[in-house]
């Protein structure tokens, strides 16, 4: 009997390394406000503007699509439950029902959190900070999340870094805008032969698709682009459904960009989490 306890025990020991093994770190990232999650006042919250002030975590994976996360500072696991509010901090010493979370996929790159000790799904910006609190019955906007490798980010920040705006300073062709389910898409022949981009030293853009010009202001400096958030724009209907995602697609290229890099003559805007939103090619 001891030596199937002891073989018990030695088994559970073997998985549990396997399982650390298997850990993964990464940055969590709200798809709704693109903001990575950090630790505000004791819980995690989807607060950091970059990668450089987020939290890391280690993903455990566990049976089946069940995950576990571990704070990389403490060594400690995330738990859901904190208080009333069900709210997420690490603190916990080990992996329980409040601290394992089934991951669900969404929309082929984005996943969703759903708490297994109460079933529900977590979800970013519950208060002021954007708290991250296991309370939604559903997964829709503020319940999505990216997974950001450090490493990944790591090596975009490398990638991203020397470039200041008296760098790209000209007028380009944009050639692709990423489309609303993430992926870069080549403009067609016809649309791409009249959209236009215009870069000044003061950092004003000027864009077009071909129908409405858009227009806003950019700060560039070491890679890392800052937009102003607003983008004016003409309010013609434009001639088709194509036109009309690409202008949504050059919006959110103009004011959810955080890096840039440039390869020749070639500019590529991309999110905090290295994600491609446009490329333009200098004329």
């Not at 280690?58 to 704070?71: C, K, M, Q, S, Y």
């Not at 997964?139 to 870094?161: C, D, I, K, L, M």
């Not at 440039?262 to 333009?280: C, H, Q, Y």
Request: net charge positive; hydrophobic share 40%.
């Amino acid at each position: 009997m001891k030596n199937l306890v002891r073989s018990c025990l030695a088994l559970g020991f073997l998985l549990a390394a396997q399982a650390m093994a298997k850990a993964e770190e990464i940055y969590l990232q709200s798809v709704q406000s693109g903001k990575y999650v950090t630790i505000v006042g004791g819980t995690l919250a989807a607060a950091a503007t970059d990668a450089r002030s987020a939290s890391r975590l280690d993903t455990v994976r566990l049976e089946g699509n069940r995950i576990a996360f571990r704070d990389s500072a403490t060594g400690s696991f995330v738990r859901a439950g904190v208080g009333q509010g069900t709210f997420l901090a690490a603190g916990s010493p080990h992996i329980r029902g409040w601290e394992t979370f089934e991951v669900m996929g969404v929309n082929g790159r984005d996943v969703a959190l759903r708490s297994v000790q109460n079933g529900k799904f977590v979800r970013a910006g519950v208060g002021k900070r954007s708290h991250l609190a296991a309370v939604s019955e559903r997964a829709s906007g503020w319940e999505t999340f990216r997974f950001v490798e450090v490493r990944a980010a790591q090596q975009n920040e490398a990638q991203a870094g020397g470039v200041d705006l008296g760098d790209i300073v000209g007028n380009y062709r944009i050639t692709h805008i990423a489309a609303d389910n993430g992926f870069l898409v080549q403009l067609g022949q016809q649309m791409a032969a009249r959209a236009r981009l215009g870069l000044d030293d003061r950092g004003r853009v000027s864009a077009t698709i071909g129908c409405n010009s858009h227009s806003t202001r950019i700060s560039v400096r070491n890679g890392r682009v800052q937009p102003d958030g607003q983008v004016m724009q003409t309010k013609m209907r434009c001639a088709g459904q194509g036109e009309t995602a690409a202008e949504d697609g050059l919006r959110r290229a103009l004011t959810t960009s955080r890096l840039i890099v440039r390869e020749g003559r070639t500019v590529t805007f991309k999110a905090a989490n290295g994600a491609e939103l446009m490329k333009i090619r200098r004329m």
